[in-house]
C-alpha cells in the first residue's frame, strides 16, 4: 500500500495551495480518506475528511477555508486550502481508513507533505 502526497510548499498568508493524494495497493473506492496535520510541537489532527459515499467533514479550524475532494477513477484524493494562515503551518498526511468484517479497520498513512505559511 502506498499513499503519496504532493502538493505542499511555501505560501504567504492568504495564498492558497493544491495538496494531492496517490493512492496504490488498497481499493481506493471502498476506503473513506483523510488528511491530517502535524504542527511542530503538537499533537496530529484530523484535518478533513471524505466517505466512500463523498460526504465530508472538516476541522473546526478549517471550515470554509478547505475543500476536500476525490476521484474513484484516479485513485486520488485532494485537498485545496485557501486563505491560508500561518497556524496552518505543519506536515500533512493522507490517511485511508476501511472497515472490513468483525469491525477490523485498516488504517494506512503517507509519508506527509510540508505546508509553510510565513505571515
Known amino acids: 500500500v502506498q499513499l503519496q502526497a504532493s502538493g505542499g510548499g511555501l505560501v504567504q498568508a492568504g495564498g492558497s495551495l493544491r495538496l494531492s493524494c496517490k493512492a496504490s495497493g488498497i481499493i481506493f473506492r471502498v476506503n473513506d480518506m483523510n488528511w491530517y496535520r502535524q504542527a511542530p510541537g503538537k499533537q496530529r489532527e484530523l484535518v478533513a475528511t471524505?466517505?466512500?459515499?463523498?460526504?465530508?467533514n472538516y476541522a473546526d479550524s478549517v471550515k470554509g477555508r478547505f475543500t476536500i475532494s476525490r476521484d474513484n477513477n484516479r485513485d486520488t484524493m485532494d485537498l485545496e486550502m485557501k486563505s491560508l494562515k500561518p497556524e496552518d503551518t505543519a506536515v500533512y498526511y493522507c490517511?485511508?481508513?476501511?472497515?472490513?468484517?468483525?469491525?477490523?479497520?485498516?488504517?494506512?498513512w503517507g509519508q506527509g507533505t510540508l505546508v509553510t505559511v510565513s505571515s
Open positions: 490517511s485511508s481508513r476501511r472497515t472490513g468484517y468483525f469491525s477490523r479497520e485498516y488504517i494506512h
Open positions: 471524505i466517505t466512500t459515499e463523498g460526504s465530508t
